[in-house]
Every structure is written in C-alpha cells, then in structure tokens.
C-alpha cells in the first residue's frame, strides 16, 4: 500500500501540477486577450484619428476654395471699380478742358463788350443795345457768322485724358 500511497501523492503533485500549468495557461490566455483587445483598441482609436485629420483637411480645403472665390470676387470689383474711377477722372479731365476754354470765351465776350460799351461813348456807330436787338444788322451778336472765332469747335476729348 505503501507504493499506491506513493502513488496517489504523485497523481496529486501532477494534478497540482496540472492545475498549476492550468492556472498559467489561463493567466496568458487572459493577457493575450487584453492585448488583442488594447490592439483592437488603439487601431479603433487610430482609425477614428485619422478620420477626424481628414474631416479637418476636407474642411481646410473646403475654406480655401471658398477663400480663393471670395479673393476672386473682390479683385474683379477693385478691378471693375479703377476702370470705372479712370474713366470718370477722364471725363472729369475733358470737363475741366472745357470749362477752361469756356471760360477764356467769356472772358473775350466781356472784353469785347467793354471795348464797344468804351467805342459807343466815344461816340462810334455801334451801341451795344443794338448789338443785341434782333434786327441789329449785320453786325449784331447773333450772327455767329460776324465772330468766327465763337464758332472754334471744343477740341478736348477723353481719349487725350487716359492713363496708363
């Protein structure tokens, strides 16, 4: 009996054994799944990462599309606008040509008149009362005709006037 006690401690020692190795395949088992799970872990979150960069490229990309459109935008009205500005100071110059020349014409008119207001004292032919009659003759101011030089065209044109 001795040897089937003997015996029986040994079918215990390996059945502790057993448990033992049992125990340890458990515990790997355990720790494989808790890296397969940390591994699928960190790729889900890897994964949502990179979602999330790309979700904010798209956005970036999207805000300079719709950057460059509004900078096109604005450069066609800066562009619409110095046109617009450049013909209007053109005309402006053309205006102010004219209003020049207009101006010397007044100036030869009243100097004329005070010649012949100075001649009708003096006791010449012409009155400037009759200059402005309408039968004055001939010689009357309404007879563009008698004054050449008040019929000079206006020669200014916006085409003088442009900038480069």
Do not use: W
Not at 31 to 38: A, E, F, G, P, Y
Not at 118 to 125: F, H, I, K, R, Y
């Amino acid at each position: 009996m001795a040897s089937s006690g003997g015996n029986s401690n040994s079918t215990s020692s390996s059945q502790l054994q057993n448990s033992g190795s049992e125990e340890e395949l458990h515990q790997m088992n355990m720790m494989d799944q808790r890296k397969r799970k940390r591994k699928e872990s960190n790729r889900e979150s890897a994964r949502r990462s990179r979602m999330r960069k790309q979700q904010h490229l798209d956005d970036l990309m999207a805000q300079v599309t719709q950057l460059s459109e509004d900078n096109n935008q604005i450069l066609t009205s800066i562009n619409f606008t110095t046109h617009h500005y450049m013909n209007i100071q053109a005309q402006n110059s053309v205006l102010r040509a004219q209003l020049t020349e207009l101006s010397q014409r007044l100036d030869s008119l009243n100097q004329i008149l005070s010649n012949l207001n100075a001649t009708s004292s003096n006791g010449s032919v012409y009155e400037t009362d009759q200059c402005f009659e309408a039968g004055g003759g001939d010689h009357s101011f309404n007879n563009p005709f008698n004054l050449p030089y008040l019929n000079q065209a206006i020669t200014a044109s916006p085409d003088i006037f442009q900038y480069y």
